[in-house]
Structures are given as C-alpha cells and as structure tokens.
C-alpha cells in the first residue's frame, strides 16, 4: 500500500527541517512555484482529491471559488480536530509539521493568497508547541514570509490557539473564534470563499487535505486520482479506537473493505467477540453494524449505506456494549458542544439528552423511542450549521438499528425502579451531575 | 458547569433570574490605564499575540490563556487586565471566556489542570472510572483541578488524562496516585505513558518496539525573520488595521460588480 503521508513518520528528528529536507522536504513546493498558478491547481483539481475533515468537499474546487484578481484573501488550516474518535491530524502536525506547512504555501500560492492562519485546538499544547517550532524554523530558512524561498511570492502564517469548543471545527464558527469572538457560526450564503475572516475571501481546509498537496505536486494529480477508487481518490489517514487491538491511525488507500481495516489493520475486538456496531466516521456518523463489515471505506459506499466517511475515525464496540451507554455519550456530548444559537439544535439536544437519562431512571415508555426519533428529522437541516444533525443522525441510527434492545432496556429500568420516589432515583446517581436534577413529572 | 451555578434541568428558574438589574451603576467602559495595573509580561504577551492579527481583537482567546495563567481562573481583575491591554470592554471578554472550555470562569487558585476524557471510545474502556480514581488520588487539593472533558484527540491511548497539556494512556486505576504525586513533585507526568514517545501503529519500516524518539527541540536565532507579521509590503504594515465591520476595499484593476 503506498504511504504518502506516513511514510516513515516516526524518523527521528522528523519534526525539524534538516530531517524533511533530506528527505526531500519543500521540493513540492519550489517545483510548485515554478508552475503557473493555474496550472497547479488543474493538477489538485485532476487528483479529484476530497476534503479530508468530514463534509468532503473537493479541494480544488474549493480553491477555485475564491474570486480572482488583487485582493487581501486569507488561507486558514482548520486543525481543531475535536470529532470524537478523531486523532489523525494530531499525529501528522506533532510528527511531521513541516509537510503541512509546506501544504499550505502550495494552496496559498494556489490561491495567490498572502495570509495564512492554522487554527488549533487549545488542548494540542504539544503539537502547538512543535507547530510554532516549526514555522519559526522555516520562516528563518525562507520558506515563509517574503519572497517565499526565492520566488518573489509573499506568504505569512501565524498559529492560533483555541481554547476547547467543538463548535470551531465548524469552519464559520472557526472564522468567528479566529476574529476573537464566541464561536458561532454564521449564516450561509456568502460562503467563507467569498466573505470569511474579516470580510476576505477565505479558503478552509483540513490538516490532512493541505499536507496531502506536496504528495500530489509531486507526483502529479492525475497519477494521484489512480489511488484508491473512483470519486474517492487517495489514501486516507483513519483514526481507529475503541473496542480493538491495535487502536492508531493507519493510511489507507480509499475504497479497501471496511473488515480489513476493523479486524486487518486494527485486530478486532481483543475480547474475540463479534463486532456489534462501529462508528464508519467519528460521533456524527449513523453507525454500521457487524452485518456492514464488507463495505467498502469510500465516501460513495459509506453515503450508500446511509452513513458518512467523516473525518475517517472508526470507533468499534462489540458484543458486550451497551447501545444505550453510547447513546447517553453522544447526546451528551452535543447537549454540551451546542454554541445555542439555533433553536432547534439548542433545545433537540438537550432534550434528547434528558430523554435518554429518562430511560436510565425509568420513567422512559417505548414511545419515547418515537419522540427522540421525531426529534431528530425536526433538527435536521433546520440549523446554520450540522452540529445538530451530527448528533440527530447517529442517534436516529441507533433508535432504528436497535430498538429491540432500547424497549428492553426501557422495561428492565422500568421494572428496576418502580416504587421508587424520583428523588430515590436520583440518588441512586444515574443522573448526570452536570445536567443538574432530573426532571420531575 | 459547577455546583455554584443553579442549573434545572425542567426550567430556567435560576434563583434571581427576575431580579431587576442594578440601574444606579454605570456599564462597565474600557478599564483606564491608569488605574488598572498590568503585570508587564502579561502585558507583552498580550500586545504580541496582538501585533500578530489584522484585527486585535482576533488576540481575545491568546489574551484570556495569558491572563488566566497568571491568575488561575478569569477573574474580573484578570479580565479588566486583559481589557485595558486590549482596549475593550470586560463584557466582550467575558463573552469570550464564557464560550470556551478551557477558560475557568468560577474562582479557583493557580492550579494543575488534569482534563480526563469520559467522551466514548475512552469511556468503552473505563474512562468515567479514571475519573472517579483521578478525583479520589486528588482528595479535594484545590491546586490540581480534575475534571471530565470532551474528546481530547487521543482514543488510541484510551483511556486517557492531560496533566497541564501532557497527553497520558493508557491509564488504570493504579495511575491515578502516580499522576497526582507526579504533579506535586513537579516532574514529568507519567512518563512511561506520555503520548509524545509513542510510535504510530502505522509505522512498519522498523518492527522494534522502541519508544519514538521525542520531538527535536529547535531554537531560532533571534533575528530570523518573523512568520506572523513579515510577508506584506512596509507600506501595508504600516496602514491602519480595518477591523472586521470594515467595508472591502476594491482596488480599481477588479471594481465592484455592478447592482442589478
């Protein structure tokens, strides 16, 4: 399998220029600038390659929308990697960060863009710290700045930490906390390729998809489209935990079967039981079950089977799991992350929440079942950005794929509780602290 | 988010939510320099992350990071600090250390931060458990701060805790004490388990289980040119910085396109 990214990651010394250099480091870029602007970007254009942080979007178009002629645009990295299950950009910025510095002077360049900004989360302390190691190294080499490694081009670049908000993955949202304020996302149309940090025309891209381009400049993006399959080209780093061996990110060429990643690459569940449900691209995905293994892990057939590849983060649980333990985990997670600005997405994940603690406590009926579901197609598409479907989907999934069990559940805690005073149930401590008292009827 | 902020789950009835404001004070204006005064490094680090963005304002969260470590938690002195460095008013930073996780908004000393991720793939393996063991081995010492946070970007060393920043897994019970006494030493935090020394499982070219060798540090001399600010023309630096309400200006090569 060819290894674009993590090719040899763990090289000592791999984070410092001379190591990248003899590896041939920043060629990409010089052979970069040394073709036209639009010559370069009908190579990303022909590697056909996809965003790589979740919607999947294609990269060259994504440059190609920003409007032409003189004028201040910006370029931001979009490194607040904070999907559940995700973890892949960590490694890439703490191992190798001058690929994705070199990534971004090529689509700045792409753009003719003078501004650059990498957005990373705040508690990436480490990789923030090698980051700005980094970009010092380079600017001092003449690979950033003025007059970028000789070729007239000026490009600046400066690091930006958040400080823990889900929402900023988001990339309004992002643009927002960047511009220093509370990170809520803004309304669409004019898309950030338009008016996006301050008022520019702006372009987003993920860690993965800008440290991909020096690979594609390389070797050209028609040779790059013959990886993996059509419509999903190139390898794809994918962050695999939970209910396995070998959790870690592996590179994997697109379109492989999901199975010989699961049970290949990662070992399966190290308990030999049978997988029960997997999450094919971090929290927000609709999970698969142990019947969808032979899928293949590609945007099209992941779209197919009613799910999303995602940010390519694959979390397994097996036969011993809880649904439901998992579903008080993902609505609670966005109960929290919810920025509150949009009614439907505000009030549907704080009320699914309470509705799951419900069932803990029982005094959930199988029609709640119903209500959550009802719950989610109201918040779906009703909101500035998808922060609310990305938790209506998996949730919807799991009421859907396994309701047998929910209703068990729903009996057993019923049966388990009954007689008991809300307060007694309370007490019991099946209520999440954090979401205060439950409610009381 | 804390046991000193009422919440309800069935209403917003927070205990006093009807109280008329306190008419006969004046909002809060812009803190005057010269009654408010500034630690100087915390004033240099403030005007630094400024001098980096086109907007000062785009320096709130570096300004509110910088502050809060100085005082422990952005307390109102920390905010006005920060406010009159940054020439805004403390409601707009409160705004700000309001939206994010990491910004402590209920009193607490100068404390060790230790973060444990309770989201799914770390609670599949028994991350609520570290954190009920991490809040025990604490036993209530105001200076390390344990508490539960969202996915931390780590679920291959699940479960997994950041002690001030340092990434740690995957952690048993029996860490817990290990971790607490570590922070109180003041040495590195569980070394044997620090994220920054582990290999990726991808990585087939050397099947030797040795521990990644730590990322190179580089110092870089003094007067290398800069990556923030360089890269414009002297004339662009020295114009005056449009904030983001400020209209586009079009250069005449690419007018505005006519309004139909």
């Given at each position: 399998?060819?290894k674009l990214?993590?090719?040899?990651?763990?090289?000592?010394?791999?984070?410092?220029?001379?190591?990248?250099?003899?590896?041939?480091?920043y060629?990409?870029?010089?052979?970069?600038?040394?073709?036209?602007?639009?010559?370069?970007?009908?190579?990303i254009?022909?590697?056909?390659?996809?965003g790589r942080?979740?919607?999947g979007?294609?990269?060259?178009?994504?440059?190609s929308?920003?409007?032409?002629?003189?004028?201040?645009?910006?370029?931001?990295?979009?490194?607040?990697?904070?999907?559940?299950?995700?973890?892949?950009?960590r490694?890439l910025?703490q191992k190798?960060?001058h690929?994705?510095i070199?990534?971004m002077m090529?689509?700045?360049?792409?753009?003719?863009i003078?501004?650059?900004?990498?957005?990373?989360?705040g508690?990436?302390?480490?990789q923030a710290?090698?980051l700005?190691?980094a970009i010092a190294e380079?600017?001092?080499?003449?690979?950033i700045g003025?007059?970028?490694?000789?070729?007239?081009?000026?490009?600046?670049?400066?690091?930006?930490?958040?400080?823990g908000?889900?929402i900023?993955?988001?990339?309004?949202?992002?643009?927002?906390?960047?511009?220093?304020?509370?990170?809520n996302?803004r309304?669409?149309p004019?898309f950030?390729?338009?008016e996006g940090?301050?008022n520019?025309p702006?372009?987003i891209?993920?860690?993965?998809?800008?440290?991909?381009?020096?690979?594609?400049?390389?070797m050209?993006?028609a040779?790059y489209?013959?990886?993996g399959?059509?419509?999903?080209?190139?390898?794809?780093?994918?962050?695999?935990?939970?209910d396995?061996?070998?959790p870690?990110?592996y590179e994997?060429?697109l379109?492989?079967?999901?199975?010989?990643?699961?049970y290949?690459?990662?070992?399966?569940?190290?308990?030999?039981?049978?997988?029960?449900f997997?999450?094919?691209g971090?929290?927000s995905?609709?999970?698969?079950?142990?019947?969808?293994?032979?899928?293949?892990?590609?945007f099209?057939?992941m779209?197919?089977?009613?799910?999303?590849l995602?940010?390519g983060a694959i979390?397994?649980?097996?036969?011993s799991?809880?649904v439901?333990?998992?579903?008080?985990k993902?609505?609670k997670?966005?109960?929290?992350?919810?920025?509150?600005?949009?009614?439907?997405?505000?009030?549907?994940?704080?009320?699914?929440?309470?509705m799951?603690q419900?069932?803990y406590t029982?005094?959930?009926?199988?029609?709640?079942?119903?209500?959550?579901?009802?719950?989610?197609?109201q918040?779906?598409?009703?909101c500035?950005?998808v922060?609310?479907?990305?938790?209506?989907?998996?949730?919807?999934?799991m009421v859907?794929?396994?309701?047998?069990?929910?209703?068990?559940?729903?009996e057993?805690?019923r049966?388990?509780?009954?007689?008991?005073?809300a307060?007694?149930?309370v007490?019991?401590?099946v209520?999440?602290e954090?979401?205060?008292?439950?409610?009381v009827? | 988010m804390?046991?000193s902020?009422?919440?309800?789950?069935?209403?917003?009835?927070?205990?006093?939510?009807?109280?008329?404001?306190?008419?006969?004070k004046?909002p809060?204006t812009?803190p005057?320099?010269?009654?408010?005064?500034v630690?100087?490094?915390?004033?240099?680090?403030?005007e630094?992350?400024?001098?980096?963005?086109p907007?000062?304002?785009?320096a709130a969260?570096?300004?509110?990071?910088?502050?809060q470590?100085?005082?422990?938690w952005c307390?109102?002195e920390?905010?006005?600090?920060?406010?009159?460095v940054?020439?805004?008013?403390?409601?707009y930073?409160?705004a700000v250390?309001?939206?994010?996780?990491?910004?402590?908004?209920?009193?607490?000393?100068?404390?060790?931060?230790?973060y444990v991720c309770?989201?799914?793939?770390?609670?599949?393996?028994?991350?609520?458990?570290m954190?009920?063991?991490?809040?025990?081995?604490?036993?209530?010492?105001?200076s390390i701060?344990?508490?539960?946070?969202?996915?931390l970007?780590?679920?291959?060393i699940a479960p997994?805790?950041s002690?001030?920043?340092e990434?740690?897994?995957?952690?048993?019970?029996e860490?817990a004490?290990?971790?607490?006494?570590?922070i109180?030493?003041?040495?590195?935090?569980?070394?044997?388990k620090?994220?920054?020394?582990?290999?990726?499982v991808?990585?087939?070219?050397?099947?030797?289980?040795?521990?990644?060798a730590?990322?190179?540090?580089?110092?870089?001399p003094t007067?290398?040119?800069?990556?923030?600010?360089v890269?414009?023309?002297?004339?662009?630096?020295?114009?005056d910085r449009?904030g983001?309400?400020?209209?586009?200006e079009?250069t005449?090569?690419?007018?505005a396109?006519?309004?139909?």
């Amino acid at each position: 399998m060819p290894k674009l990214l993590f090719d040899n990651i763990d090289e000592p010394g791999l984070n410092t220029l001379e190591v990248y250099r003899r590896r041939g480091g920043y060629e990409s870029l010089k052979q970069a600038l040394a073709m036209s602007r639009e010559d370069l970007l009908a190579s990303i254009m022909d590697s056909n390659i996809r965003g790589r942080g979740g919607a999947g979007f294609p990269a060259g178009r994504k440059i190609s929308f920003l409007p032409k002629g003189e004028m201040q645009k910006y370029l931001v990295c979009n490194a607040d990697e904070s999907e559940p299950g995700t973890f892949k950009d960590r490694e890439l910025m703490q191992k190798s960060p001058h690929m994705l510095i070199e990534g971004m002077m090529i689509a700045a360049y792409a753009g003719n863009i003078s501004k650059s900004f990498i957005f990373i989360r705040g508690e990436y302390q480490l990789q923030a710290d090698i980051l700005e190691a980094a970009i010092a190294e380079a600017a001092a080499a003449g690979l950033i700045g003025e007059n970028v490694a000789g070729s007239g081009v000026s490009i600046s670049l400066v690091l930006h930490r958040g400080a823990g908000a889900y929402i900023c993955g988001e990339e309004t949202g992002l643009l927002d906390a960047l511009e220093g304020k509370r990170g809520n996302p803004r309304l669409k149309p004019p898309f950030p390729a338009i008016e996006g940090l301050y008022n520019g025309p702006t372009l987003i891209n993920n860690v993965e998809t800008l440290a991909t381009l020096p690979a594609i400049v390389k070797m050209s993006g028609a040779e790059y489209a013959r990886l993996g399959v059509e419509n999903s080209t190139g390898t794809k780093l994918v962050s695999i935990s939970g209910d396995v061996k070998r959790p870690g990110n592996y590179e994997i060429e697109l379109g492989i079967p999901s199975r010989e990643i699961i049970y290949g690459l990662a070992g399966g569940p190290p308990s030999g039981k049978p997988v029960k449900f997997w999450f094919p691209g971090g929290s927000s995905s609709p999970v698969l079950t142990g019947d969808d293994l032979d899928l293949g892990y590609d945007f099209d057939t992941m779209a197919k089977a009613g799910t999303m590849l995602g940010s390519g983060a694959i979390i397994v649980a097996d036969e011993s799991r809880r649904v439901l333990d998992t579903m008080l985990k993902v609505a609670k997670f966005y109960a929290h992350e919810s920025c509150g600005k949009c009614v439907p997405c505000r009030e549907g994940t704080n009320w699914t929440h309470k509705m799951v603690q419900r069932i803990y406590t029982g005094q959930a009926t199988p029609m709640d079942l119903d209500i959550m579901a009802s719950v989610q197609t109201q918040i779906i598409g009703n909101c500035l950005c998808v922060l609310g479907d990305a938790m209506a989907m998996p949730i919807g999934s799991m009421v859907q794929k396994f309701r047998p069990e929910l209703e068990g559940e729903i009996e057993a805690a019923r049966q388990r509780n009954f007689g008991n005073e809300a307060d007694d149930v309370v007490a019991m401590g099946v209520a999440d602290e954090l979401a205060g008292p439950l409610p009381v009827h | 988010m804390t046991a000193s902020v009422p919440r309800f789950a069935h209403g917003s009835r927070v205990p006093g939510w009807d109280d008329a404001v306190d008419l006969t004070k004046d909002p809060a204006t812009i803190p005057d320099p010269a009654t408010t005064p500034v630690p100087e490094q915390l004033r240099r680090d403030i005007e630094a992350a400024m001098a980096k963005y086109p907007d000062r304002r785009s320096a709130a969260i570096p300004a509110l990071h910088a502050a809060q470590a100085i005082h422990g938690w952005c307390s109102p002195e920390a905010i006005d600090q920060a406010a009159c460095v940054m020439q805004l008013t403390p409601a707009y930073l409160n705004a700000v250390a309001t939206f994010y996780d990491m910004f402590e908004t209920t009193p607490r000393p100068i404390h060790h931060d230790v973060y444990v991720c309770t989201n799914i793939s770390c609670s599949l393996l028994g991350g609520d458990e570290m954190l009920d063991a991490l809040i025990g081995a604490a036993g209530g010492d105001e200076s390390i701060h344990v508490r539960s946070f969202e996915c931390l970007g780590a679920c291959d060393i699940a479960p997994m805790a950041s002690i001030d920043g340092e990434f740690v897994g995957p952690l048993i019970e029996e860490d817990a004490a290990k971790i607490v006494q570590d922070i109180r030493a003041g040495r590195p935090v569980l070394e044997s388990k620090q994220l920054r020394f582990r290999r990726c499982v991808d990585d087939d070219s050397d099947p030797g289980q040795a521990p990644s060798a730590p990322p190179q540090e580089f110092v870089a001399p003094t007067d290398a040119p800069r990556a923030d600010t360089v890269g414009l023309s002297s004339a662009d630096r020295a114009e005056d910085r449009p904030g983001p309400s400020a209209a586009i200006e079009t250069t005449p090569e690419t007018p505005a396109e006519p309004e139909e």
